[in-house]
């Protein structure tokens, strides 16, 4: 039986002529670095990948829905798509290797529309520690969709399953600003050039997770996404506890206390602006606090307790005596209830 030398992703794709395949070579970098743990890389039928249990996630963004291109350069949705995508990384401290991304566009996109797509979403995926493993493009009728795989290690991983009663709840850095961003653009306002840094350049907190997960920290964890109302109450579901949330303590991001109508206004924004992509972990009473300053330090974004698991399910506001009143907030959802 002949031996066959695994190809070197560093090689690049082979692939035949064709305006299809000459559009995804322009994807690629010119010259990749091998990596260990890419045995195969883009351009063959499938890309192999090593490690410590493997964790895949996809994350798609629609035009019209997720984005819009009179609010965004096109590296930027390439960009905001991916770190979208490697977010769920973050959420279980997982370590990206790599991205598959495929792309349903206009026949007009299909040149260096796409290509400038696909820079910001290689770049995004470079700047968290990954690379681009490959993908698929195809011709769509009207708008612009990206569908992004993103594929970790996570040999540890932290669910949303593991909070318990008496935990305290804590989140990374501060909310609302991207929700804000999209309020004044609805509005037809100038938007505050902070909230839109969020919005459009989202960053995932994928050395923070793993950071506090190599101390041992998260009992339960997940990516702020749809908003801290929703998503925390995904952790309560799982957990099989309440949040109870102080109003007071959420940190809410300085556009959004700039620009808000009111306070309750601001406080909308961070629990159910959503697009934060900020952790929302809990921790085991007492354990953190001591460390909070070195993670600022480290990261340069903030950590703040907001809450406690309790009993019960749901996400609640508690005061100092512990008497809980209904949230009244919800994350996105794409879909409304059934009736």
């Not at 612009?144 to 970790?152: E, K, P, Q, S, Y």
């Not at 909230?195 to 350049?201: C, H, I, P, Q, V």
């Amino acid at each position: 039986m002949r031996s066959r030398t695994p190809p070197n992703p560093a090689d690049g794709p082979h692939l035949a002529p064709g305006a299809e395949f000459d559009l995804i070579r322009r994807f690629l970098p010119r010259h990749a670095h091998a990596r260990p743990d890419v045995r195969v890389g883009a351009g063959d039928d499938c890309a192999v990948v090593a490690g410590d249990g493997i964790a895949l996630s996809c994350d798609m963004s629609v035009e019209g829905v997720h984005f819009r291109r009179d609010w965004l350069s096109l590296k930027e949705i390439g960009c905001r798509a991916t770190a979208a995508a490697l977010s769920d990384l973050a959420a279980v401290a997982a370590r990206p290797v790599g991205i598959l991304v495929s792309l349903a566009l206009p026949e007009a996109d299909a040149g260096m529309h796409a290509v400038q797509v696909m820079e910001g979403a290689r770049r995004a995926a470079e700047s968290a520690g990954g690379v681009l493993l490959g993908g698929d493009v195809t011709r769509a009728p009207a708008h612009l969709a990206i569908d992004v795989t993103a594929v970790g290690e996570a040999p540890h991983p932290v669910l949303r399953s593991g909070a318990a009663m008496g935990d305290e709840v804590w989140v990374t850095g501060e909310l609302g600003a991207a929700g804000l961003f999209v309020e004044q653009m609805l509005a037809g306002a100038e938007p505050d050039a902070a909230a839109r840094k969020r919005y459009a350049g989202p960053e995932p907190r994928l050395r923070e997770a793993r950071w506090l997960a190599e101390r041992g920290f998260p009992t339960a964890m997940i990516d702020l996404s749809d908003g801290l109302a929703g998503d925390a109450a995904h952790l309560s579901a799982a957990s099989g506890v309440a949040v109870l949330l102080a109003p007071e303590l959420i940190p809410i991001h300085p556009a959004v206390l700039r620009h808000a109508a009111s306070a309750e206004d601001a406080l909308r924004l961070a629990l159910a602006g959503g697009e934060d992509y900020e952790l929302c972990f809990t921790a085991a009473l007492g354990a953190l606090e001591p460390f909070a300053h070195e993670f600022q330090r480290e990261f340069g974004i903030r950590l703040t307790c907001v809450g406690r698991a309790g009993g019960g399910d749901g996400v609640w506001w508690t005061d100092a005596e512990g008497n809980r009143t209904p949230l009244g907030l919800q994350g996105y959802q794409h879909f409304r209830e059934e009736r």
